[in-house]
């Protein structure tokens, strides 16, 4: 590995070119830069340091003796003139200006420069590294430097290798052996001087004897009896590794710094051996180069702590920042810095002073700047002495790696130089040592070719990864000229083509198959790199067009050569690979019915190829990259519908699907099924059209498969999947186009009330599935409804049509009706019920909302509201939460006091309630015997039957909800009597005769009416009395929240009441159909006398002094305690009394101001009065 490679020429780019010949010049290689020589004033500190670092093998002490001797240096005359003027021992040396890398070539070599115009690099200023480390180093400090990502991948690298052993000689890692490994020159005489004669004649004597036993030459034992090799483990060895590192630690710690040198070099000597175990040479090179690595900072962080000192070794008031510069740093840290450069220089063998020196590249910080893509080029010259092909690979990587947290954040370019110069050497001694010494070595090593490219793949590979962050097109170029002068193996080609992406290929990609017809056999199969270029190919943004050379011809030239692979497993990865290709840039190629014709080729020939393999052939891999091809059209199905619809539908792929087993059956199902219910299908609309044939049925039969796969052991999770995927699904069919002709939208209505029927039946395990279904069908009737325009004289269709659209909503409800009881789940089947009511009685289907509303009733009759579990899993505890943010304005909500806002069953019982209310306010009474019907079967219902709260409940909560409760619910009836008392409904639905219609000018049913009405209010008036008689007993804090919902309630119903007394004022003058109201003090009169009736005006004024008694007595018990709570709920009811008082007081101000048009008697404008001047005395 010592050996010197063969010299060669550099090659000549014109001639030899085949890459994009006469389009572009190619970079010459590194080898051929032109040297820098020092400027006269520039005194090398090691002026002879060229003797050491270019003998490969020399005598122990004529090494010596080129280091020691200063009579011969220009840094000796330097130092002798100093002594001689000064008389005292030679000072420190400070570099100039201009001085570069300090153990860089002298004399006729001198310092290496980058040169070279077609290149376009030039040299960096200090200010410019100031400012390019400042930003390139919190670049790396966020881990997105090479070096980060590549110990990222170690861990993989080593595990490659888990269960290998490992031969090594028993020597090698011996940490007890450093002492008889001399890796130094031998010590001058005044070094010997200083150590003790005896030991030193020891050492030097069992030193002496040790290498003449180990020599050949002699009769004793031979070499390979003396190094025996042993077999260890992996994890053997990495302890053994790791002992050394610790041991070198702990030198360090000990002060002993040239001890920890010699570990280092010990522990790279390993990285020279490959002849005993040439197979772990990549797992050896990873546990060596951490070594390195924690070397390197050892010495980084000395020389950063003796910056940060003064003379004395004092620590400075400022320490030395981060971003440094070589002028801030003191003269001790530099010649401590320099120092450790002699000692690299002064390391005998070539490979250990290679890997230490780049393990002390960022040392180079602390004296110079902007000199890094210099050094970096001296060093990538020195590994050419390395003569192992391997060797000087893992050398360069170690060099490119460490040189890109420096150099690579900084100066990505120079970076891509040299690392590219370094491939340019690699290229060249390979192909030396593959014609000449590669076959001899596999014999010899008992491996074959593939294998030991295998061991080169991981260093090509970040290699190349160090090259690609600023690389350009002509160093992609020249690096492919290089390739096919002297590697062209498709191990190699891969790395390229992955590595630096299609971006440099994309706009000629025939090229890239006539570099991969022509690749030599390696490891790397043609057909891989078929699929990995079309994979690279496929993330571009886009290719060459169909001109010759384009993506038309790629295709076509590439998928002849595939399409005759007999291996089924390398045409199932090319064949998903280039359906990934045709996805991204075939799509969309044209807008006739040729669109997918490439995508519908391909999967047929994978049919017909899948159909001849053998059985033994269609492994589990072959499955996979089945299912990788699957993947493939669900990504294009995810980005355009069109692919979707012709693709998932088409034989081949329902072929391919047929193919799997069960469980990977259910797996691609879910794939295909996410794809159309996930992705965002580019589209004239963001809602898929309602449900074509071929893709429903498709659809429909993966969603069967995905239903069909759960069972008892299914977890929650798995089921919840399934839920919100097949829910998705029936989500994006259940839309009908509204720009397709009327008899096509027929057909897509009809379509789709089947295919909701089909999913009833099929997804009978999921409820879920069942409400939504319900819910589907209830929209899509709405949606028909409005297509007849409300009424069969605005449709011009003809009645004939109209006739069928009814039937076909009648058809829905009939649906719904059938489906909604299947549902377990009592809540849902109600809210679900009483909105398939609502659209029965929209839609003008009578007879359905009659059967619904009954089946309402029914429902709410056996409902028990108090063995529901709340939404959000609120507990029967005593705690009440107060907040004023969530008071619902509208009837049939909870107020804020004394309610669960958590959404408890009671709350969501009386949401359902107002929704059957809304229903029965417009619903025509069926029965001409009794008018009331479903208001008394409704009454009963949810006032006597059911049961809002246990008996044998003690909660104070629970009580104080269900009694709100039943106050709600007798406001809605309070305000559907109001609304039946009125001439006519506000507002009406079409063909729809309610009973304003049906009774108008009937004074029995008017009269009904207002006794209904009386009735309620002296009902709602006890009902908020007897909150505070059933709570007397409880404690303060309790209390005040009863009377808090004592006062909410009245004037929830003072609001309800003020906006009709206008008109119920007015017609108690003169129809006296709508009677007077009157709340009852809690007994009932015995006499048989009808008493006087009262306004409407008189109840709000009684309304209004009640809750200011009980605000008053609210006030004062939150007076006596006061938590923050009670604090904040009588401040809400206060002011809720006050917006109240004032919205009443200007109701009233309007209603004097417009007496035209009523005809009011003496009583009644005296009530009017009487709360007017009652409103203006209740003010807090």
Same mark, same amino acid.
Request: charged share 25%; with cysteine; proline share 4%.
């Given at each position: ?893 909870? =107020?804020?006091?004394?309610? *669960? %806002? ?5 709350? !969501? &019982? $009386?949401?359902?309630?107002?929704? /059957? #209310? ?109 909150? =505070?008689?059933?709570?007397? *007993? %409880? ?5 005040? !929240? &009863? $009377?808090?919902?004592?006062?909410? /309630? #009245? ?130």
């Amino acid at each position: 590995m010592t050996t010197a490679t063969t010299e060669r020429e550099a090659p000549v780019a014109v001639p030899a070119i085949k890459w994009r010949v006469g389009e572009r010049q190619v970079p010459r290689s590194r080898h051929d830069l032109a040297p820098r020589g020092l400027a006269t004033k520039e005194t090398h500190p090691l002026a002879l340091a060229t003797a050491v670092s270019t003998l490969e093998q020399t005598d122990l002490i004529d090494t010596q003796a080129a280091v020691v001797t200063f009579a011969a240096s220009g840094l000796g005359d330097s130092f002798s003139k100093r002594s001689s003027i000064g008389g005292t021992s030679p000072g420190l040396v400070v570099l100039q200006d201009g001085d570069v890398d300090p153990l860089g070539v002298l004399g006729s070599s001198g310092g290496v420069k980058l040169v070279g115009a077609e290149a376009g690099h030039s040299k960096m200023t200090s200010s410019d590294v100031v400012e390019a480390r400042r930003s390139g180093e919190k670049g790396a400090a966020m881990h997105d430097t090479v070096k980060y990502k590549w110990k990222e991948h170690t861990d993989r690298l080593l595990a490659k290798y888990a269960d290998h052993t490992f031969k090594i000689k028993a020597s090698m890692l011996e940490v007890s052996d450093l002492e008889n490994d001399i890796s130094f020159a031998p010590k001058s005489d005044y070094q010997k001087a200083e150590d003790p004669t005896e030991t030193s004649v020891i050492k030097k004597t069992r030193t002496r004897l040790e290498q003449l036993e180990r020599d050949p030459s002699n009769n004793g034992p031979s070499a390979e009896q003396d190094e025996q090799t042993i077999e260890i483990s992996q994890s053997q060895y990495v302890a053994k590794v790791k002992e050394m590192q610790k041991r070198l630690i702990a030198s360090w710690e000990q002060n002993h710094k040239v001890e920890a040198l010699r570990i280092t070099i010990k522990c790279v000597k390993l990285l020279a051996d490959t002849d005993t175990s040439p197979q772990l040479y990549p797992c050896v090179f990873v546990l060596v180069s951490e070594v390195l690595d924690t070397f390197g900072k050892l010495v980084f962080d000395r020389i950063h702590t003796r910056a940060s000192e003064d003379e004395s070794g004092q620590p400075l008031p400022e320490p030395l920042g981060e971003h440094f510069l070589s002028t801030d740093v003191n003269i001790q840290a530099s010649e401590t810095c320099r120092n450790w450069f002699y000692k690299t220089a002064c390391i005998r063998e070539l490979l250990p002073r290679i890997y230490i020196e780049v393990a002390l590249l960022g040392c180079y910080r602390f004296l110079c700047d902007g000199e890094y893509p210099q050094i970096v080029a001296r060093l990538s010259n020195m590994i050419k002495g390395v003569g192992e092909p391997m060797v000087a690979l893992y050398a360069r990587l170690y060099l490119a790696l460490t040189s890109s947290e420096p150099l690579g954040t900084s100066s990505p370019a120079e970076q891509t130089l040299v690392v590219s110069s370094s491939l340019f050497d690699y290229f060249y001694a390979f192909n030396w040592f593959r014609r000449n010494k590669l076959e001899h070595w596999l014999l010899t090593h008992n491996m074959e070719y593939g294998e030991y490219l295998a061991l080169h793949s991981p260093a090509v590979e970040w290699l190349v990864k160090c090259a690609a962050p600023g690389a350009t097109q002509d160093t992609f170029d020249a690096l492919v000229v290089h390739y096919q002068e002297y590697s062209d193996s498709s191990m190699v080609l891969k790395h390229l083509c992955e590595c630096f992406g299609a971006r440099f290929y994309a706009s000629t990609p025939t090229e890239m198959l006539e570099l991969i017809r022509t690749a030599s056999p390696s490891l790397v199969s043609k057909c891989h790199l078929y699929s990995l270029v079309a994979v690279q190919l496929s993330s571009v943004p886009a290719m060459a067009e169909n001109e010759p050379g384009g993506k038309l011809q790629f295709l076509n030239d590439s998928w002849s050569s595939i399409t005759s692979q007999e291996d089924i497993t390398q045409y199932m990865e090319c064949a998903a690979a280039y359906l990934k290709l045709i996805v991204a840039h075939f799509s969309v190629r044209n807008v006739l019915a040729m669109k997918h014709r490439e995508a519908l080729i391909l999967l047929k020939d994978v049919v017909r190829h899948l159909n001849a393999a053998t059985p033994e052939e269609l492994t589990a891999k072959t499955y996979n990259l089945l299912g990788a091809l699957i993947e493939n059209v669900v990504f294009g199905a995810k980005q355009y519908y069109e692919f979707f619809s012709k693709l998932i539908p088409s034989t081949p792929f329902l072929a391919l699907m047929g193919m799997f087993k069960r469980e990977s059956s259910v797996d691609v199902a879910k794939k295909v099924l996410r794809a159309f219910v996930g992705g965002s299908m580019k589209k004239s609309s963001s809602q898929s059209v309602g449900p074509e044939a071929a893709v429903a049925h498709t659809l429909l039969v993966v969603c069967c498969r995905v239903h069909d796969a759960l069972d008892s052991l299914s977890t929650g999770s798995e089921r919840g999947e399934a839920i919100r995927d097949i829910s998705a699904f029936i989500t994006r069919l259940g839309y009908v186009s509204d720009t397709a002709s009327e008899r096509a939208q027929d057909e897509e209505q009809e379509a789709l009330l089947m295919l909701y029927t089909d999913c009833r039946r099929a997804f009978y395990k999921l409820e879920p599935i069942k409400m939504l279904l319900s819910t589907m069908v209830l929209r899509l009737a709405m949606h028909v409804h409005k297509r007849i325009g409300g009424g069969i004289a605005s449709v011009i269709g003809g009645k004939k049509r109209v006739h069928a659209r009814r039937n076909f909503i009648q058809s829905c409800l009939a649906f719904a009706h059938i489906t909604i009881p299947s549902i377990e789940a009592p809540l849902e089947k109600l809210q679900l019920m009483a909105s398939a009511a609502n659209v029965a009685l929209v839609t003008n289907c009578i007879p359905q909302m009659d059967a619904l509303v009954k089946a309402v009733i029914v429902l709410l009759a056996d409902l028990d509201p108090s063995a529901i579990q709340s939404v959000d899993g609120a507990d029967d505890s005593d705690s009440m939460t107060f907040h004023t943010s969530s008071r619902a304005v509208a009837v049939g909500l909870f =107020g804020a006091v004394g309610s *669960n %806002t958590r959404g408890s069953s009671v709350d !969501r &019982v $009386v949401q359902v309630i107002a929704q /059957l #209310m809304s229903v029965l306010v417009y619903a025509p009474s069926l029965n001409d015997e009794d008018a009331f019907y479903f208001v008394t079967a409704l009454r009963k219902a949810v006032l006597e039957r059911m049961t809002w709260v246990p008996p044998s409940s003690s909660s104070v909560s629970r009580r104080l909800e269900a009694a709100v409760a039943r106050v709600r619910v007798l406001l809605m009836f309070v305000q559907l009597y109001m609304l039946w008392g009125q001439r006519s409904l506000p507002g009406r639905l079409d063909g729809v005769d309610s009973n304003d219609v049906l009774y108008g000018g009937d004074d029995a049913f008017y009269n009904e009416v207002q006794s209904r009405f009386s009735s309620t209010i002296e009902e709602v008036a006890r009902e908020i009395e007897s909150l =505070g008689e059933s709570n007397d *007993n %409880t404690e303060s804090a309790a209390s005040g !929240r &009863v $009377v808090a919902t004592q006062v909410e /309630l #009245m004037l929830d119903f003072v609001n309800l009441v003020v906006p009709v007394l206008e008109y119920g004022e007015s017609r108690l003058t003169t129809a006296n159909s709508f009677k007077a109201e009157e709340i009852a003090s809690g007994r009932r009169s015995g006499s048989r006398r009808r008493k006087k009736p009262r306004s409407g005006a008189a109840l709000v004024r009684k309304c209004m002094v009640y809750s200011h008694e009980k605000v008053q007595s609210l006030r004062q018990i939150t007076a006596r305690e006061a938590p923050s709570t009670q604090v904040q709920m009588a401040k809400w009811v206060c002011r809720y009394f006050d917006s109240t008082r004032a919205c009443v007081a200007e109701f009233m101000q309007d209603m004097a101001k417009r007496p035209a048009g009523f005809r009011l008697d003496a009583s009644c404008q005296q009530a009017v009065q009487a709360l007017a001047e009652a409103l203006d005395s209740l003010a807090l």
